[in-house]
């Protein structure tokens, strides 16, 4: 939707409270084929879907369609608030249309996503006013540039004009968001220091260098000069034409997209004085503790209360710890967990060299481990992905020495390739151990194979192919570090074995980081010592890890709540089927919903189980 789409882009992620869904349990595959699919009921998620997706030109563009493709979506509060009413009604039409009891298994599940993702974009509205709108982990300032370099293709002319077009609409839409952010810092809802000094940044690098200034090329102004020049060199339109979208370029580069990135860094630097000097949670800001119940909930789509999160996070950093000491015994080190934590991370052969060369010989490596394991999946799941996979670096204008490797999704149809993203711009912040589990979390068997599998997945409403819930898709993501371990040729290096499970005591210690600043009152220095005492990452990562759940409450917890739901269902499966489990049918039963709130996840593998034992 549109409005989720806008508010994910904008400020803080939109998840929200889970709505009670119907347990369903009885909701077999048999008795699903009881009741054929309701064809009517598909007819209307294709027509609506298409409605959703038509109200959004970054999404289009997104999704490697090219309808409006020359303008930016409408970012401001009243086009939220349309989005949002269309979706209300479009819920309450459907349950006027469509008798529930009469539909099967499959629609039943489809019908209620429908109305969760609606409920979901109602709680998020209610507490809109809550969340950051520019931090150094959200903000349009960044993903507008991006995506517009990595997703606008352009094959024609008219491409192009509506490429420079979309330059120019840039600063319209930050502009719309600084009109949100501005009441908001009024009304006491402001990031911490840091987060003013990352967007300063970043914004004034986006309207620096050529041809704003003496500098080196702006990544656009380079990229956009890069896409006339292969028009012109396949004739697509002539040297004369060329020279004057080199100006219309230029043009919109000077206006509206540097008026949008002036105004942007103006704002922050005015306001960032009463930025709280000591960085804590959203809990001290106001309705503060009842916005991060909220924001806790939305992400991992459970009633689970920061007090139990933080205890499973105590309780699953002791057990990892544990698994840390076998290894370290087996490697023959003679000291404590910590001493070995400082080995690891001082070692000079777990890193590759700073620079250039360095950099290629780990996305080089990277690409190596998922080429290695993707001849393996076949073994582990009935449905695999079509889409090609590519390891890159981050791009200049938005590289962080430490920061988050992360996916981005290919298109449905296969057209432009997932692209995991590595940081290498400090390579003492990328150790080798790491590499492996990295590599199959970002991309096989995790976020590429499960985001590509739903966008590919036949016989289920478009819709539900594009929805996304991170506890779903970065618990599947964690459990594809464990799942890895499964598969021949992997971790075949204690240390790099030892990696994994610092990648998982990572995301415990998330749970238990994440609680204790947002809901505890910890400051930015009690999570870092925790974080540091209790894992063997090194500082830069440490303090960047901390500065993001400041900024991004609950969003760090999903990762090891989903894995842990993965886990139990999959050993709920193991128990119940005994002989007759398949763990090529399980991981199939898994993705092949799409990515579900974990209720009606939980809700399709009990189906699965049940026909298994029927069988």
Sequence with gaps: MRFAYALLLAAAPVAVMAPAIPAFAQDTAAQAASVPNNAALRAWFEAKYEEQILDSPLRLTSLGRKERYGEIDDLSLAAQDKDLAWAKASVEEMERTFDYASLNAADKLSYDLWKYEYEQAAKAAEWRDSGYVFTQMQGIHVFLPTSLISQHRVDTAQDMRDYISRVGGIGRAIGQLVDIAEPRAANGVRPPYFAYDFVIAEATKLKSGAPFDGGADNAIWQDGKAKIAKLVEAGTITAAEGDAMRGQLEAALKGGYKAGYDRLVNFMTADKPNAAKVATGVGALPNGQAYYAHRLAASTTTDLTPEQVHQIGLDDVKRIHAEMEAIKDKVGFEGDLKAFFEHVKTDPANYYPQGEEGAKAYIDAATAAIDNIESKLPQYFGLLPKAALEVKRVEPFREQAGGAQHYRAATPDGSRPGVYYAHLSDM????????????????????????????????????????????????????????????????????????????????????????????????????????????????????????????????????????????????????????????????????????????????????????????
């Design 428 to 615: 003492s912040a990328m150790p080798k151990n790491m590499l492996e589990v990295i590599a199959y979390h970002e991309g096989l068997p995790g976020h590429h194979m499960q985001i590509s599998i739903a966008q590919e997945l036949e016989g289920v409403p478009t819709f539900q192919t594009q929805v996304g819930y991170g506890a779903f898709s970065e618990g599947w993501g964690l459990y594809s570090e464990r799942l890895a371990k499964e598969m021949p040729g992997t971790y075949t290096d204690p240390i790099s074995d030892f990696g994994r499970l610092s990648s998982e005591l990572w995301r415990a210690i998330r749970l238990v980081v994440d609680t204790g600043v947002h809901s505890k009152g910890w400051t930015e220095d009690q999570a870092i010592a925790y974080f540091t005492a209790n894992s063997p990452q090194n500082a830069e990562t440490v303090r960047n890890e901390v500065r993001r759940y400041i900024v991004w409450p609950g969003q760090a917890t999903s990762y090891k709540i989903g894995m842990n739901k993965i886990l139990d269902l999959r050993a709920e499966a193991e128990r119940e089927l005994g002989a007759k489990f398949d763990i090529r049918g399980f991981h199939d039963a898994v993705l092949g919903g799409g990515s579900l709130p974990l209720s009606l996840l939980e809700r399709r593998v009990r189906g699965w189980i049940a026909e298994r034992k029927a069988a």
